[in-house]
């Protein structure tokens, strides 16, 4: 009988917190990770979220990068996933594979932004072709000076700094500048931290990098944005809210997303947390400096989500200067 009590006392302690001599139940965990880019967003709304609930739900959120992000996903390691770009291909035949079904949530605009040191005083501005020459494979260990670019800037080492492999600002990077997703040079300094790279730009006069928008807005006073020149307008457009809600910042402005297994959707709290990311994204994206959706979208999130609309309308790859509203309208399907 001793025995049988003293067994039961451990299952207690392993399964949940003893209190007066009542289990108390573990608190449940919202399991978030991804993006880099998306991680202020869902950062600032986990912490609200949380405070909202007082303690009641615990929100995790991760930094592993959109791609690694998504190989956690499609194992069902996480219940949301962060993303700066929309789901691949090869990620969504993994998810079919472990049955993992999503919604797929649009939360806020992007920009990804051309920057160089503040002491660059050879050029504001920049076309998506010189971009190319400087970026694409074929570049590497052959163009490692400004002056290979355009004869007019210095003949010094160009010296690059950009998102790492596993970054969704990587692949949509690469696809829009190259042409196609993660074709890329490999000699460049590459991060999944964007704080690494901001400090490795400030602290050379020949550095030329990309990184978030929210990210430049956070240091400009450490680096200076590069006009990206639009071959539509015959003009150099600098990065702006107003530039990227009216298309004219391309092709470097793009929808960025949380994705949602519909399995954890189906819990209460995980429920909950996705409602209010969409009914306060509208006002609390701009406070971590990212450029907020019209609300009608964040209204369609909601109805596909309560006709359990799941799947994606991007059919594996990023549409390069298509609108969000547009592509909201789309079939929503598994591939």
């Known amino acids: 009988m001793k025995l049988k009590m003293h067994l039961a006392s451990l299952f207690c302690v392993c399964s949940g917190v003893i209190f007066s ?58 219940d949301i996933q962060d993303a700066s770009r929309p789901i691949q291909t090869k990620e969504m035949e993994e998810c ?4 993992i079904k999503f919604y797929e949530l649009p939360i806020a605009y992007d920009a990804t932004v051309v920057v160089v040191n503040p002491k660059n005083n050879w050029i504001n501005d920049i076309t998506v072709a010189d971009l ?47 042409g196609k997703a993660k074709a ?17 730009i400030a602290s050379d006069k020949f550095a030329l990098g990309y990184l978030p928008l929210a990210y430049y807005e956070e240091n400009k006073s450490k680096l200076k944005a590069l006009g990206i020149f639009n071959p539509n307008t015959k003009s150099a457009v600098l990065p702006s809210k107003a530039a990227v809600e009216n298309s004219t910042y391309a092709p470097l402005s793009r929808p960025i997303f949380i994705y949602v297994n ?33 609300a009608k979208i964040y209204t369609m999130g909601k109805t596909h989500l309560q006709k359990n609309k799941l799947g994606t309308v991007f059919g594996g790859h990023s549409d390069i200067g298509m609108k ?6 789309k079939e929503s399907k598994l591939e």
């Open 21 to 78: 001599g009542v289990v108390k139940a573990e608190t449940p965990v919202i399991k978030v990770d991804g993006s880099s880019t998306v991680f202020p967003i869902t950062e600032a709304m986990a912490e609200e979220f949380q405070n909202l609930k007082k303690g009641q739900i615990r929100v995790t959120v991760g930094i592993s990068g959109t791609g690694g992000g998504f190989k956690k996903f499609c194992r069902g390691e996480t």
């Open 96 to 99: 079919k594979k472990a049955g």
């Open 132 to 178: 190319k020459k400087m970026w694409e494979p074929e570049a590497q260990g052959k163009v490692t000076e400004w002056a290979q670019v355009n004869d007019k800037w210095p003949k010094e080492k160009l010296k690059l700094y950009g998102a790492g492999s596993d970054s969704g600002t990587f692949d949509y990077f690469t696809e829009a500048i190259v």
């Open 184 to 200: 890329s040079r490999g000699d460049y300094s590459a991060s999944e931290n964007d704080n690494t790279l901001v400090t490795g």
């Open 262 to 294: 519909e399995a954890s959707y189906k819990k209460a709290e995980i429920k909950e947390f996705v409602e209010f990311y969409l009914s306060n994204a509208e006002k609390m994206v701009p406070q971590v400096k990212y450029v907020a959706l019209p």
């Open 324 to 329: 969000i509203e547009d592509l909201m309208k």
